[in-house]
Structures are given as C-alpha cells and as structure tokens.
C-alpha cells in the first residue's frame, strides 16, 4: 500500500538511531561519488525533496533543482514470500518486538535473527536502483541522493518505513502476526456431531429404562419386594 509523506524537515537531533546510520551508510555506498553525494545533502537539508511516496519495492518524489523540477524513483528489492513468513516468525519468537517496532524501535537481536534465517532488512548501497527524469548522466544522481537521504529521516523515525519498503508494511506485519495465532479449525477441534447408530444406542437406553420403571413402579406402590434383575 502506497504511503506519501509529507515534505520533510531536517531533524534537529540528526540521524540518532543505529538501523538509520545503516540506512545511511548505503546511501553513501550507492553514491558514485563525493561530488554527487554534496549536493545531495545539501538539497536534502534545504528541503527540495517534495512529498515522499513509499511502496513495496519503490520510493518516489519530485526534486527541485532552482526552477525546475525532477522525479526521482528508488527501487528496492522486496522480500519473498519465504523470507517474509520467516521474519513474521522471528518477530513473533520473543515476546515484545512487535511492541517495540510499534514504539518506533528496532531492536539489534530482531534483525541478526532474521539474518540467521536468510532475511536481509537493511540495504546496501548496490540494492538502492534509482533513475531521475534530469540529463545527469550518473546514477544516483544528486537528486535521488536527496530522496534517498531524506529516507533515512523517515527510516530513523520509524522503522516500518523500512518494513514497508521490503514488502511488510504495518498492516500487512499484523495481519500476518495475528494470522499465526488465531486458532486453527479443524476436524480434531471441531465437536463431533452424533451419528446415527449413537442415536439409536441412545433412544434404546432410554426405552429399556422406561419399560423398567413401568414394571416396578406397581410393586412398589404395593411394598412388595422388588426383584433384582429389575433394578
């Protein structure tokens, strides 16, 4: 499900969390250069990055370059549907992780567990796949680098951004969650309707036992002695 967040501020406080330093880094790795990477930052941190739209698998946004305007578009490679059900059950195997990433945490141990099990969360520079409508003949360019870094912004703030971008998002990470625990019908949960010869067993019983009162409640009323195979 498509996301667009609003244009983004700088943060005062900078990137402080360790997931957005990583997301940092492979900004940086995806960079092909220092002379890219400047401007990047700069339009970045002078807010030219328009509103963000985050997707499975994509980022998008208009850039402004002094009067004109360019869009830019991230691709990211998505998880599975393997690696997805395998970092649902790595969420699930310790209670409180999906509290903390709710809270806007991401807890170190969640993403080296779901490394173990072949789920790679965070990117690397070569993941980030970006192409702008400028005639910069590099790619990133200066402005996918902005997108990119004002990304990161979001990524720290909240870590299902990065969830969402490999395919996860909020909804979807609950659904899961609450998928794996609801209980799961089937034929030995489900109670079992009586058959047809248990009726009959069943109706029988209760006939025998009438014609048994029929037959004793005359000898009692007269204080005879009730005779045992009758009882």
Same mark, same amino acid.
């Given at each position: 499900m498509r996301v667009t967040f609003a244009r983004q501020t700088q943060p005062s406080r900078g990137i402080r969390s360790w997931w957005g330093k990583a997301w940092q880094r492979a900004v940086e790795e995806a960079a092909y250069s220092e002379a890219e990477l400047r401007p990047g930052r700069a339009a970045a941190r002078r807010g030219d990055v328009g509103g963000i739209s985050v997707d499975s698998g994509s980022l998008l946004a208009a850039v402004r370059e002094g009067d004109d305007a360019w869009t830019v578009e991230v691709a990211v490679p998505t998880l599975d549907d393997e690696t997805r059900a395998a970092l649902v059950e790595v969420i699930a195997a310790e209670a409180g992780r999906i509290a903390e990433l709710l809270a806007g945490n991401l807890p170190h141990d969640l993403v080296e567990h779901a490394e173990e099990v072949g789920v790679e969360l965070l990117p690397y520079g070569g993941e980030l796949v970006a192409t702008c409508t400028c005639p910069h003949y590099l790619a990133p360019c200066s402005h996918a680098l902005a997108l990119l870094l004002q990304t990161g912004w979001l990524v720290d703030a909240d870590p299902l951004? @990065?969830?969402? =971008?490999?395919?996860?998002?909020?909804?979807? @990470? @609950?659904?899961?969650?609450?998928?794996?625990?609801?209980? *799961? *019908?089937?034929?030995?949960?489900?109670?079992?309707?009586?058959?047809?010869?248990?009726?009959?067993?069943? *109706?029988? #019983?209760? *006939?025998?036992?009438?014609?048994?009162?029929?037959?004793? @409640?005359? =000898?009692?009323?007269?204080?005879?002695? #009730?005779?045992?195979?009758? #009882?």
């Open positions: 951004v @990065l969830f969402a =971008l490999r395919g996860l998002d909020r909804e979807a @990470l @609950l659904a899961a969650l609450h998928a794996r625990t609801a209980p *799961v *019908v089937t034929a030995a949960t489900v109670p079992t309707t009586a058959t047809t010869a248990d009726l009959a067993d069943d *109706v029988e #019983l209760v *006939v025998e036992a009438a014609l048994r009162a029929q037959r004793l @409640l005359p =000898l009692f009323e007269a204080g005879a002695e #009730l005779p045992e195979p009758l #009882l």
